[in-house]
């Protein structure tokens, strides 16, 4: 089955600590997104990438840091500098041809908790 | 700077019924994509329909269509015959490339639906 997988589903990490969030797609799409969301609001773009060993910063992207050294890969690192990391962290892909050129297809999300 | 907003944070409907979600935004842009998710409990986000700018008809994905409107920069969507399984939060989203600032993604900060039995 073709599809977006993040793991792990529930993370639990210390102040002062880095983690990393994986996301792994078979879509075949060429550009990746993560994204934020926090309790009653919408989605904010961290980071993007539109070609594999590219991306580009988003709207909050202080405190993260990604790669994405394979076209099905795009981890995100929550550095310890990431003021206020808990949330929950979506990763999404898209293709860049038709039939749905830009359409973003979401994995199922990782909860991030600072302890 | 473009701007997407829901107006209605929480909408109610009863099933079989017709409801229509807002969502207005705000871009300089002449070439964009809009669309429109549904985020169950589950937190999954799911694409309900989406709309590119330049088409003047409007999308229509069985019991859910859109109104959109270019030049009042309005998107609103509605759902026909409205099912239990409907409930869930609802975004609007916004996308362009290129033009000022390059690539740009934004999403409202969602309604959330209740369908009641």
């Known amino acids: 089955d073709g599809g977006i997988t993040q793991s792990p589903k529930y993370l639990f990490r210390k102040e002062g600590q880095n983690v990393t969030l994986s996301c792994e797609q078979n879509l075949n799409h060429d550009a990746m997104y993560w994204y934020r969301q926090d309790p009653g609001q919408g989605l904010r773009l961290i980071y993007y990438s539109q070609i594999v060993n590219d991306f580009q910063k988003g709207d909050i992207a202080e405190g993260y840091s990604v790669s994405r050294e394979k076209k099905e890969s795009f981890p995100l690192t929550v550095t310890s500098a990431q003021k206020n990391p808990t949330a929950f962290y979506l990763c999404?892909?898209?293709?860049?041809?038709?039939?749905?050129?830009?359409?973003?297809?979401f994995g199922p999300g990782t909860r991030l908790t600072v302890l | 700077a473009q701007t997407v907003t829901q107006s209605q944070p929480e909408m109610s409907v009863q099933e079989a019924e017709t409801v229509t979600l807002s969502c207005t935004y705000d871009t300089s842009e002449n070439n964009y994509y809009l669309f429109w998710y549904k985020q169950p409990p589950s937190r999954q986000m799911i694409l309900v329909i989406r709309?590119?700018?330049?088409?003047?008809q409007n999308a229509t994905e069985n019991r859910f269509s859109v109104n959109f409107q270019k030049a009042a920069k309005s998107f609103s969507l509605k759902i026909s015959d409205s099912q239990l399984g409907d409930t869930a939060m609802y975004f609007c989203a916004f996308m362009k490339h290129g033009g000022l600032g390059g690539f740009k993604t934004i999403f409202g900060a969602g309604t959330r639906l209740f369908v009641k039995a």
């Open positions: 999404a892909s898209s293709p860049r041809h038709p039939p749905l050129p830009d359409t973003q297809y």
């Open positions: 709309q590119e700018a330049y088409k003047q």
